[in-house]
């Protein structure tokens, strides 16, 4: 599902403060409506405020009469992660058990930036750079399968983030073709240069919820 384009700007709810979050978004705008399908539920306050919770760990049964409480019990179902969240300086790999992080790899790795250079210069300098950024994904790869491959039978879901790119070239590494059975959450984490303390912040259980202007 395609996200609507008059939703603007989002925010993230731990999976514990979802119900008061619907609380209190009914308080400020009206009871809303629900509107669930099999990847969103949508909140439609009488004020035309607009919130739309983007499920994670698909499939889920949003079931009548009470979807919201539905979505609340279905975030509360203890899972097991895995994490790669890589950009071309660092990366970070872990498993989450519940909202515990049991196991982690992080890595930093320089890559030099874009030259303005021209010539031989810009040549060498392009070809060094591509040869940094390829040791960078090798070591993001490795790390990740030292994570996530032992533990690959209990995962249940994959969370990804930092630079989508990035992410994708580490992926494709031939270690980690594991990988491809387990399900890989869509709600991309963008972040900053990974590091133990991102990771240990990511909270990947939580919701992201796209707002219109209005809410």
């Given amino acids: 599902m395609t996200r609507d384009a008059s939703l603007t700007r989002s925010v993230r709810v731990p999976r514990s403060r979802l119900a008061g979050w619907v609380t209190r978004f009914g308080e400020r705008h009206g009871t809303p409506s629900t509107e669930p399908t099999p990847e969103r539920l949508r909140l439609v306050a009488p004020d035309g405020a607009v919130a739309e919770l983007v499920v994670p760990f698909l499939p889920w049964t949003p079931a009548a009469p009470d979807p919201v409480a539905a979505l609340v019990h279905h975030l ?17 790999a872990g498993v989450v058990v519940g909202e515990e992080l049991v196991a982690s790899k992080v890595g930093s790795h320089y890559v030099q930036g874009r030259t ?19 040791r960078a994904g090798e070591s ?54 990974p590091r133990l303390t991102v990771l240990q912040e990511l909270d990947p259980t939580s919701v992201r919820v796209d707002l219109n202007d209005l809410a």
Avoid: C, I, M
């Fill in 76 to 92: 509360l179902r203890e899972r097991t992660l895995g994490v790669v969240l890589a950009r071309r300086g660092g990366h970070a």
């Fill in 116 to 134: 303005k250079a021209g010539g031989w210069s810009q040549q060498r300098y392009a070809r060094r750079r591509a040869n940094q950024a390829t």
């Fill in 140 to 193: 993001a790869a490795e790390d990740a399968a030292g994570v996530l491959l032992p533990r690959l039978d209990r995962l249940q879901h994959l969370v990804l983030g930092g630079d989508r790119r990035v992410v994708e070239d580490v992926l494709a590494d031939p270690r980690l073709a594991p990988l491809a059975r387990v399900p890989r959450e869509p709600d991309f984490r963008p972040t900053v240069d």
